[in-house]
């Protein structure tokens, strides 16, 4: 009897253990950042996008999921001033042939796989929703103590933002832009 209730307590303890292990960590949206570059012929433009919301999850000090959620209202120029082009960019960001945020207002990323690369750094390959539409990517995030981090391109005609691609229509001379824009993102956390 002694011996049965020493396994019962081992047992209740190496449980309640490995569940306190698991745990998801909320994003701070205010301290995270997403920015951004889009390039065409004659230049590029950079901004950033918020986020809404957001965890990571995670096993003892290893990643083991996550997911976010962008607010595609937020989109904003940061290399024009205000009276300059800023607003027309913003707004033709906004419109229905580049992100359409009347009708799609967020995207979505939400991880599917995640594999340890090395120490802190892991290989994730997650759903990104753009437009309702959801594609693959895959990208490795550096993971420190209380924040996350990671850069990558993503195709944007995969999404059906197609406007002046290059890819898609011809005789665009130098009024193309280019498919690919980069994504540098930091998770706080």
Do not use: C
Request: cysteine-free; hydrophobic content about 40%.
């Amino acid at each position: 009897m002694k011996n049965f209730k020493s396994i019962a307590i081992a047992l209740v303890v190496a449980l309640t253990t490995l569940t306190a292990t698991a745990q998801d960590k909320k994003i701070n949206t205010t301290a995270s950042s997403i920015n951004w570059v889009g390039k065409k012929v004659t230049g590029q433009h950079s901004g950033t996008v918020n986020f809404k919301d957001g965890v990571l999850s995670f096993k003892g000090n290893k990643l083991t999921g996550g997911n976010v959620t962008i607010d595609m209202n937020s989109i904003a120029v940061t290399d024009l001033k205000a009276g300059e082009g800023k607003e027309k960019l913003e707004g033709h960001l906004k419109a229905a042939d580049f992100f359409g945020t009347d009708k799609y207002a967020t995207s979505k990323l939400v991880f599917k796989t995640v594999k340890e690369k090395s120490k802190n750094v892991y290989t994730v390959t997650a759903d990104l929703t753009i437009k309702n539409v959801t594609k693959p990517v895959t990208f490795d995030l550096t993971v420190g103590k209380n924040a996350a981090s990671t850069a990558f391109n993503i195709d944007r005609t995969k999404f059906g933002i197609e406007y002046k691609s290059g890819s898609v229509f011809d005789g665009l001379g130098d009024t193309a832009i280019s498919d690919e824009f980069e994504v540098s993102i930091k998770l706080v956390y």
